[in-house]
């Protein structure tokens, strides 16, 4: 079972140019999330859904954009990417919410230059 | 404001006992979790406390004291294997997964 993937696994993002990280699971899992990792910061989130057809913000949602037009696909995207937002981008799923474990996409390790 | 505190370090040797703490101040509790990173991959599960006291799996095992808020992942006959990153998580009310920083576990022979 491929569980949860990513796409890229790595990119190089010039500054000013959008960008949309993929993530599918085939889990029917309902909930999916995204989340950045910096070193000594841990993992913040970014955007989320309970649900297909329903998102909402994280902790750090400024620059980023997600949609839930099914239950596998849960796409993020930087209409204008920063330099800031280098980082490594994990995209997870969960059954239940925060009721049961997430799983975890291998993450995305974007630079932007 | 929410906060997940973890030691940013540990240090420990092969077939050794470690007990790494998680103190954590929320609004609301739901449920804590322990994952494992091991280092340039993904987060997996370890375990999950909502009721206080220990439960156990295999040489890990997760503590949590509801009232102090406060947890403790004991990893016991420590393997080199075993050196990775270790995150605590709280539900909060809404749910949601707050994430402590992490402790880097390195294990040496």
């Known amino acids: 079972t491929a569980g949860i993937t990513q796409a890229p696994t790595s990119q190089i993002l010039a500054a000013g140019r959008s960008m949309t990280l993929r993530c599918t699971q085939d889990m029917r899992h309902n909930a999916m999330y995204w989340y950045r990792q910096d070193l000594g910061l841990g993992l913040r989130l970014i955007h989320y859904?309970?649900?297909?057809?329903?998102?909402g913000k994280g902790e750090v949602p400024d620059g980023y954009s997600v949609s839930r037009a099914n239950t596998d696909d849960f796409p993020l995207t930087l209409a204008s990417a920063v330099p800031s937002q280098t980082s490594v981008y994990f995209c997870?799923?969960?059954?239940?919410?925060?009721?049961?474990?997430?799983?975890f996409g291998q993450g995305t390790r974007l630079t932007v230059v | 404001g929410q906060n997940i505190d973890q030691p940013t370090e540990m240090t420990a040797t092969e077939g050794a006992i470690v007990q790494i703490n998680c103190t954590y101040q929320?609004?609301?509790?739901?449920?804590l979790f322990w994952y494992q990173q091991h280092a340039g991959e993904a987060p997996t599960f370890l375990s999950y406390?909502?009721l206080d006291g220990l439960e156990e799996k295999g040489r890990f095992s997760s503590f949590l004291s509801r009232s102090k808020g406060y947890s403790y992942l004991l990893l016991k006959e420590l393997q080199m294997k075993d050196s990775a990153s270790y995150l605590c998580?709280?539900?909060?009310?809404?749910?949601?997964?707050?994430w402590g920083a992490g402790t880097k576990l390195i294990i040496k022979p």
């Open positions: 859904s309970n649900t297909a057809g329903t998102t």
């Open positions: 998580a709280v539900v909060d009310s809404n749910y949601q997964l707050i």
């Open positions: 997870a799923s969960s059954d239940r919410g925060g009721e049961t474990e997430a799983f």
């Open positions: 406390n909502v």
């Open positions: 929320t609004s609301g509790f739901n449920g």
